[in-house]
């Protein structure tokens, strides 16, 4: 899913890295810069090969998507909310803690994402806006002590999305 929305990166550094088997230093091969420039062209065309512009984001992002998908971005904005990166030094083991935290908010705010986008209400360039969004409530939550879905629940969400191989 998240493939599809970094297409242009591969594009440009097929544009920018050296072919296989060519010296360090040499400019990448006519070939290999014509399909570049023939992915970023096909992936910002339409079927008639007018360029189109992506959608714009939704008016109301709390509103759109499945249950599954939101409670995935409640949850990803409640641990990055009770895990913001410190103003001093930490520990070691509190600093990997934290970056544990921090690590599994940031995986279920992008599979809340990619459901979204799988479900056809989204784009991938809503992700900031829809992500502001939900972290933004989850932070006034838990400031007020009264977030929809426990903090444990939401570790545990994120302990069994499957690791990216």
Known sequence: MLARGYVWIAALLALNLNACGEPAGAPPSPEASAEAASIVSASSENKEGARQSPPPPPSDPLSIGS??????????????????????????????????????????????????????????????????????VAAADLEAGVSRISMDDCIRRGEAIPPIE
């Not at 459901?115 to 992700?127: D, F, P, S």
């Open 67 to 136: 249950q599954s998908a939101k409670d995935d971005l409640y949850c990803g904005g409640l641990i990055l909310a009770a895990y913001p990166v410190p103003t001093s030094a930490m520990s070691p083991t509190d600093e990997a803690r934290l970056i544990k935290n921090q690590n599994l908010g940031v995986s279920l705010a992008d599979t809340g994402i990619d459901k979204l986008i799988a479900e056809g209400v989204a784009h991938a360039t809503h992700a900031g806006v829809i992500s502001e969004a939900y972290t933004t």
